[in-house]
């Protein structure tokens, strides 16, 4: 049984409420353009919930299929990356405009000074032999 407080069960408790006041129409007939009224807005209620239901299957529907046109997409724009590469070369500045990184070299480790003093290595220690 669906809780009072999600719409399901807010729709649920006013078809009850609805069928009761239909059922005891004859005692109650002050009200029955209010009754009609209701159940009217309960008719509509239950279209706008069914539309959003379907709403919400499409959603996901939607979201699978944009996930997978994605995914294409991507692998598309990567074989395209590596065509303009190819095509300028990896040095090319022009790569830059593509929002792709030149190769520009690798950084190297400086070059040890050698007037640069370092201090000789210290000599280990002899093992001990096992016995």
Same mark, same amino acid.
């Given at each position: 049984?669906? !809780? ?8 649920? =408790? ?6 009761? &006041? ?5 005692? &109650?007939?002050?009200? /029955? ?7 009217? &807005? &309960?008719?509509?209620?239950? /279209? ?12 996901? /529907? ?5 996930? +997978? ?21 990896? !040095?090319? +500045?022009?790569?830059? /405009? ?7 070299? !690798?950084? !190297? =480790?400086? =070059? ?6 370092? %201090? %000789? ?11």
């Amino acid at each position: 049984m669906a !809780r009072e407080t999600t719409n399901a069960g807010k729709i649920g =408790k006013l078809q009850r409420f609805s069928a009761v &006041l239909a059922a005891n129409s004859a005692d &109650l007939p002050h009200l /029955e353009g209010s009754r009609t009224q209701l159940d009217t &807005l &309960l008719t509509r209620v239950q /279209e706008v919930a069914k539309q959003q239901a379907a709403f919400i299957a499409g959603k996901q /529907e939607s979201s699978k299929l944009l996930k +997978e046109l994605l995914t294409e997409t991507e692998r598309l724009g990567n074989v395209l990356r590596l065509a303009v590469i190819h095509h300028y070369g990896i !040095r090319a +500045e022009k790569l830059a /405009e593509f929002g792709l990184q030149p190769f520009r070299g !690798r950084n !190297r =480790k400086a =070059k040890p000074d050698p007037d640069a003093k370092t %201090p %000789p290595p210290s000599p280990t220690p002899p093992s001990d032999p096992i016995e």
